[in-house]
């Protein structure tokens, strides 16, 4: 089955706006079985749109058009539709006398401009918008079915769920759904975790795929053979061990709170160079007070000495970026507090204020309990400040997630280079 994606509009052809709808349809449809062949962007151009509509209906099974049906002149979708099909423009008695209502309830009468969005192609059917004033409409062209829809993403989300694809669900063939498994893996670039899962000769029922989103690949498996799908699940996780972080949906930071709720954790945080970054991923997630107790951005030294009981000896002997100092801020955050674990994070994220000793991307870490601290120091390469901050928030949560699970703090990882680290156990 053929099904295609027109979006419309100068902003968005431009990229003055980020088109979100294409984005979401299209993994909207996976999840139900259903994938895009092609997607288009085009211009408020009633040529160009009437060639993209004759192109595609002669290509596709399904089209699904959004945008250009509101009332201002560039909303030309409706007119581009019936100059395709070589019909008129008629009013759609039901949708006018709707409008009609529908401004008359805030007590105003309906504008010749609004008036418009009554108009559409003779011989389409309405798809009913309870969220705006703009209805879809449907037809059929040559070989394909078209569903045209207003760009509002909420108006075009609830038509979309609610009316089209259960329109397209009884017109075409079923399709058996597929379930997705998502694995998140960090410090393993996406060439060599595809050397390594193509070596696996997942069975042929197995789609394999990878997204990337800075500084973690997801490794996603896709099948409608449930028993298939468990064992690659397996072969992946076995294959991937020391590079992943958790399977299945939600972030990383929900897993995370997961597990420290489960035991009964709580935590504090000391951050230098990732300036409250740290905190910032794990109170996204709604309920995060039940864990996270406190952080601080000690920033600079006096800082660091000041509201987390660093040794100006020891700052003054080892520098700022240093697995000593990094110890010591975790143990002050986690004492403090009075909590079960402190994270420090301190380095050098640029671009400038290295040295040949410490350069641009040293950064140090440390992880305090009540009966050890793990402390490290790690060259993070060839990133921008933004990067290497954002690559120092997962190794910082990913050693709590490996002390949560009783895994080796000193993890492996691909593109970092470990320099230093120290794990001192309390009497």
């Known amino acids: 089955m053929r099904i295609e994606f027109i979006s419309t509009g100068d902003e968005v052809l431009s990229g003055q706006i980020v088109d979100t709808n294409a984005a979401w349809i299209s993994q909207h449809f996976f999840h139900q079985g259903r994938q895009f062949t092609r997607r288009h962007t085009v211009a408020d151009d009633l040529d160009s749109l009437i060639d993209i509509i004759t192109e595609t209906s002669h290509r596709a099974d399904v089209v699904i058009m959004n945008g250009g049906l509101g009332p201002t002149s560039d909303d030309l979708s409706a007119e581009a539709a019936a100059k395709a099909m070589g019909v008129p423009l008629t009013l759609s008695q039901a949708w006018y006398d709707h409008l009609v209502a529908k401004y008359a309830k805030s007590n105003r009468s309906l504008s010749v401009s609004n008036e418009k969005q009554a108009w559409l192609p003779q011989g389409s059917e309405v798809v009913d918008n309870p969220v705006g004033t703009a209805c879809g409409f449907s037809f059929q062209f040559n070989r394909a079915r078209f569903y045209f829809t207003p760009g509002v993403p909420s108006e075009f989300k609830h038509m979309v769920t609610e009316q089209i694809l259960p329109d397209i669900q009884q017109r075409f063939t079923p399709v058996t ?121 000690t920033y600079s030294n006096e800082s660091k000495c000041r509201l987390v009981n660093v040794d100006k000896a020891t700052l003054d002997k080892h520098g700022a970026v240093s697995i000593e100092v990094a110890a010591e801020m975790a143990e002050g955050a986690m004492l403090n507090a009075g909590v079960d674990f402190g994270i420090a994070v301190s380095g050098i994220a640029g671009p400038g204020g290295g040295s040949d000793e410490k350069p641009v991307g040293t950064v140090a870490f440390a992880l305090a309990s009540k009966t050890h601290t793990y402390s490290q120091l790690l060259f993070i390469p060839r990133r921008s400040r933004q990067g290497i901050r954002t690559v120092a928030l997962y190794v910082a949560l990913d050693m709590l997630r490996r002390e949560l699970l009783g895994l080796d703090l000193a993890a492996e990882f691909g593109s970092l280079e470990r320099r230093a680290e120290q794990d001192s156990v309390k009497g």
């Open 177 to 297: 759904i597929p379930t997705l498994i998502k694995i998140k893996t960090f410090g393993i670039s996406e060439s060599t975790l595809n050397e390594q899962l193509c070596a696996l000769n997942l069975p042929d029922t197995i789609t394999l795929g990878f997204r990337v989103d800075f500084p973690t690949v997801e490794v996603k498996l896709l099948s409608t053979h449930t028993a298939a799908l468990q064992k690659a699940r397996l072969q992946v996780l076995a294959a991937l061990d020391k590079f992943v972080l958790m399977d299945g949906d939600g972030s990383f930071a929900q897993y995370l709170q997961k597990l420290m709720l489960e035991r009964g954790h709580t935590l504090s945080l000391a951050e230098s160079c990732t300036g409250g970054l740290i905190a910032s991923e794990l109170i996204a997630v709604a309920g995060s007070s039940g864990y996270l107790d406190s952080s601080h951005v």
